[in-house]
């Protein structure tokens, strides 16, 4: 190997903003970063958090890409001629329907606005009839076409989303030709993708939401689907047979995005993937290590040999799918709805009297300020509280529940309260609770025959709260190891990107290499597990209680 720079770009697309690095390929060492905020997402433009709709603009992609990898090339000067590869993780499941040409729909004339032409967020819940009938529906055929994604098919997914626009909207039925991921899309797009047929969909997307599996030869028949909805009829054959697991090339840079990008016509551009899965390798996950990616939700992922997992099928996951996270290993995700977003909503409730009751003068130079403070204040608090048997209990159910066993009906809940109960012991029960639907995560693992055998922290959560991590290692009673770099999912679409470029033969290797390592571990503490074991019991008593009600 020479001694030339060897560089490669790791692009991250978040719920509120993509990220993009400049890794050099050897150390791992990153040489430049840049953020780009959606502009229309910032506004909630196209949103309606009352029917939980969350649609994204395809140009807040499109800016973000040219605007985070330009910004990456500037920084370094001399980069740009020695970038050898580019790999692409998304949110996900946040399909878009397109055109023949691949071209998702918002952006042909007369779509321009309309939400149903846009990328259908992950958190968007609007399908929810459909998933439940399509749970229903599978229940009717031999083959269980349900079992590789926990059994259990899920709103937040690929057929519910589509079934639902296309319902929802005739001028979608009319244009729609197919289908595609986000994470799908941007690799075509970079290659200059002209011919949706022609599209490579990734292993991790295919499999984990929409029910494709070497058993059944690809896709589950068209039958399958045009039982369960004529409006399905025929789309199986506008759609795809192979997938590409994220250590494959789909391309090779295109002209014109070169020219954009100020890069060579040689960058390879790798198979995409979800965020959390790649995540997972950049944070150096460990086989049987359940790698929590914690944001604004939550994805755990967890990988074993294939020959080990054998016939056993976790029930009540997000999927067990061969090469989705690690080539050659089996890849198996949960995750919780809202981790994060449990603590923005109690902030944004908290601060609902700067926004809207301090006069505009003094809101104007202190709100942001203020604002700012609140999760700070409300975590110094409750570290100080004594907390026992009969403090409040919460449910973390504010955006429904992913895993186990997949309900986006059920609502959070918070009881035990009375005159006493201030803003910091609400938060501590939020806080716990969000603990203890992690808690039942490792738990379905462990009662499913795949035990967990240790836990990886990563992302903004992992590494800004150690109160919130404190006790998820007391609330499971586990050590949890919180990785060093504070973009492990850009970062592990860099280890893909490396790996697609040839400088690794596997992606294992170029995790050796290009790995940051851990930063803490929290241990439990014994004094404080078997309280939050006896509180962990009246959480699923509640949750039990309130999903019947």
Request: charged share 20%; with cysteine; hydrophobic share 40%.
């Amino acid at each position: 190997m020479t001694n030339a720079s060897l560089y490669v770009l790791g692009v991250d697309y978040g719920t509120d903003s993509v990220r993009t690095i400049l890794v050099d390929a050897r150390s791992g060492a990153e040489k430049a970063a840049a953020v780009f905020y959606y502009p229309r997402w910032k506004k909630q433009l196209y949103c309606n958090p009352a029917e939980n709709q969350f649609r994204q603009h395809p140009l807040d992609y499109i800016e973000g890409l040219e605007a985070t990898i330009k910004s990456c090339l500037e920084q370094v000067p001399d980069a740009a001629a020695h970038v050898k590869a580019i790999s692409v993780d998304t949110t996900g499941s946040s399909p878009v329907a397109v055109d023949k040409t691949g071209t998702p729909l918002a952006l042909t004339p007369g779509f321009e606005e309309n939400p149903n032409a846009m990328f259908v967020l992950w958190k968007d819940h609007t399908s929810i009839k459909e998933a439940q009938s399509l749970n229903e529906h599978a229940t009717k055929y031999p083959t269980n076409y349900l079992k590789y994604v926990g059994g259990i098919y899920s709103s937040e997914w690929f057929w519910a989303k589509l079934l639902h626009i296309l319902r929802a909207d005739e001028s979608i039925r009319s244009n729609l030709f197919s289908f595609v991921e986000h994470c799908d899309w941007i690799p075509y797009l970079l290659t200059g993708g002209t011919d949706v047929m022609q599209l490579k969909r990734g292993t991790c997307s295919a499999g984990h939401k929409a029910l494709w599996s070497k058993e059944w030869g690809g896709l589950p028949p068209q039958s399958f689907f045009s039982d369960w909805d004529p409006l399905l009829d025929g789309i199986t054959t506008r759609l795809f047979t192979d997938s590409y697991t994220a250590d494959q090339s789909v391309g090779i840079l295109s002209k014109e995005w070169a020219q954009r990008l100020g890069l060579p016509e040689t960058v390879v551009i790798g198979a995409g993937a979800f965020d959390a899965h790649m995540g997972a390798v950049g944070g150096q996950i460990e086989p049987y290590h359940l790698s929590k990616v914690m944001g604004t939700s939550t994805c755990d992922m967890l990988v074993a040999p294939i020959d080990a997992i054998g016939d056993t099928y976790v029930n009540g996951i997000c999927g067990q799918v061969p090469g989705s996270v690690i080539p050659g290993m089996m890849g198996l995700e949960a995750g919780q709805s809202s981790f994060g977003d449990s603590y923005a909503w109690f902030k944004n409730l908290l601060s609902w009297s700067i926004r809207t009751v301090i006069p505009n003068s003094s809101k104007q130079e202190q709100e942001a300020l203020w604002i700012d403070q609140i999760i700070p204040s409300l975590t110094k608090e409750a570290e100080k509280l004594d907390w026992n048997e009969s403090s409040p209990l919460a449910l973390d159910w504010f955006n429904g529940r992913r895993t186990p066993d997949t309900n986006q009906e059920v609502k959070a809940a918070i009881s035990g309260l009375n005159l006493a109960t201030d803003a910091p012991s609400i938060f501590y029960a939020i806080v716990e609770a969000t603990c203890f639907g992690a808690k039942a995560i490792v738990e379905r693992f462990n009662n499913e025959g795949v035990k967990v055998q240790g836990l990886i922290g990563l992302g903004g959560v992992a590494r800004k709260s150690p109160f919130i991590m404190q006790m998820m290692a007391d609330v499971i009673n586990m050590p949890i190891r919180i990785h060093r770099s504070e973009q492990t999912c850009a970062l592990g679409a860099a280890m893909f990107a490396a790996t697609v470029a040839g400088i690794y033969d596997k992606v294992e290797s170029a995790m050796a290499a290009m790995g940051q390592g851990f930063e803490f571990e929290y241990f439990p503490d014994p004094a404080k597990t078997a309280l939050y074991q006896q509180r962990y019991q009246k959480y699923l008593e509640l949750g039990k209680f309130e999903e019947e009600s």
